[in-house]
């Protein structure tokens, strides 16, 4: 009897497994299927033509499949039914470890295991990127970005000149270089845009302790910022209107010194002067510093200078050796100033409250499904990327910025003089 049982319990769960097998689509046929139902085809006649499969390679991040397309048809008809192919590539319910089944143990009960290996069922979570180069390249990435990353000081040791560890990614764990330019940084509370502030902050003064000059405006009372504060990189910490104002008009009033020596001394930008100083602006919250929002007349015009000095410094700052880091948690078109986000060249966002916020901040849906704390979308020239950003704990960071921290009995000027370097002119930023 016993041997019945298990037998048959052995056959049911082969013929399950056969049956999952045959039933589940591969991907290369998914994506045909999919272009074919949302009208990715062109008609010749009586005939349907479609996208047909070249051949297939496989990656260590997944697989890429390459297309013939019909004649009439360009990449961006693809890329307009991109959420399209992504969610059909992941519609399926939870696909089962179909080796689990192989691996059940004879000698204990055969349907609790069963159970539990339909409750452990992997969640499908592909990407997708396309391109082309008279061929349709779709790349489905499969690899595992994990759920949570801990900060290591080994990452600062990977990062060259005025890169930052970013994290983990489909391709593998990448940096981000803010020699780039100026960052939008957007996320909901709690979802990891205050540790990566944070963590970028640290990193900058691990990397670059003698050339990084940091102006912090926090609206929300500074507390992201407290552990910074008496660093001596740190310029200011505007924890109001009147300080945030203050402290941007001396940016700005920085910057146009520097570009008058500039167009003095023929220089183009800030690599050609020769000059390695980098100072960082960031907002964190724009809300805080938006005329749209504030109310008051006197309250609002303080706001109004606020804001043109941030346009001004993402217009013209990022050749002057200026980085603007512009942040938000509810980022709508009122507070996302048009001209600042569309001089920063990196956008990266955490989970949003819904799709009309993700458009805001990329221009497209997306960040409103980012349910996992630090996962982001990485969006620069180069492309989109999924990426899960490392957690570093505060013990870290004070940890790494002890040899920078000073005791400031005042506020400290910044005095921008001319001195010779490797022969030629630049440009010293001194405390006084």
Not at 411 to 426: C, D, L, V, Y
Request: proline share 3%; net charge neutral; glycine share 6%.
């Amino acid at each position: 009897m016993l041997f019945e049982i298990l037998s048959t319990s052995a056959a049911a769960a082969m013929v399950g497994f056969s049956y999952f097998k045959r039933t589940e689509l591969d991907d290369g046929e998914k994506i045909r299927k999919i272009a074919l139902n949302c009208g990715l085809y062109v008609k010749e006649g009586k005939e349907i033509r479609t996208i047909q499969l070249y051949r297939k390679q496989k990656h260590e991040w997944g697989m890429e499949y390459i297309y013939r397309i019909p004649l009439g048809m360009s990449l961006s008809d693809f890329e307009k039914k991109m959420e399209h192919i992504r969610d059909g590539l992941n519609n399926r319910k939870n696909p089962l470890n179909y080796k689990a089944f192989t691996q059940m143990n004879l000698k204990e009960k055969l349907l609790p295991q069963i159970k539990q290996i339909l409750k452990d069922r992997y969640v499908s979570d592909k990407d997708v990127e396309l391109n082309y180069d008279g061929m349709l390249h779709i790349k489905v990435l499969d690899r595992h970005i994990p759920n949570r990353i801990h900060f290591n000081v080994d990452m600062l040791g990977e990062c060259i000149d005025w890169e930052i560890p970013l994290g983990e990614t489909r391709y593998g764990f990448i940096n981000h270089d803010m020699e780039r330019g100026h960052i939008t940084l957007a996320g909901a509370t709690r979802k990891g845009k205050t540790v990566f502030l944070k963590l970028l902050i640290t990193s900058l003064m691990y990397q670059q302790p003698e050339n990084t000059k940091l102006t912090l405006i926090d609206l929300k009372g500074g507390l992201a910022f407290t552990r910074f504060k008496n660093a001596k990189q740190v310029l200011e910490v505007a924890t109001n209107l009147d300080e945030a104002l203050s402290a941007l008009q001396k940016v700005k009033n920085e910057m146009n010194q520097m570009k008058g020596w500039f167009d003095k001394n023929g220089s183009e930008d800030i690599k050609e002067a020769g000059i390695d100083t980098r100072h960082f602006i960031i907002v964190d919250e724009a809300a805080q510093i938006s005329p749209n929002i504030i109310t008051g007349k006197e309250e609002r015009e303080k706001a109004r200078k606020c804001e043109e000095a941030l346009s001004e410094i993402a217009r013209i700052g990022a050749g002057l050796g200026y980085r603007l880091i512009y942040c938000s948690q509810y980022p709508t078109a009122d507070v996302m100033n048009k001209q600042i986000k569309q001089n920063c060249d990196t956008v990266i966002t955490y989970k949003l409250r819904d799709a009309v916020a993700s458009r805001v901040v990329l221009d497209e849906s997306g960040a409103e499904k980012l349910e996992v704390p630090g996962r982001a979308i990485y969006k620069s020239p180069e492309g989109v990327q999924l990426v899960q950003t490392p957690f570093i704990e505060n013990e870290q960071i004070e940890k790494i910025i002890a040899p920078h921290i000073v005791i400031k009995t005042r506020k400290e000027e910044i005095n921008i003089e001319k001195t010779t370097k490797n022969g030629g002119n630049s440009f010293k930023l001194e405390e006084m």
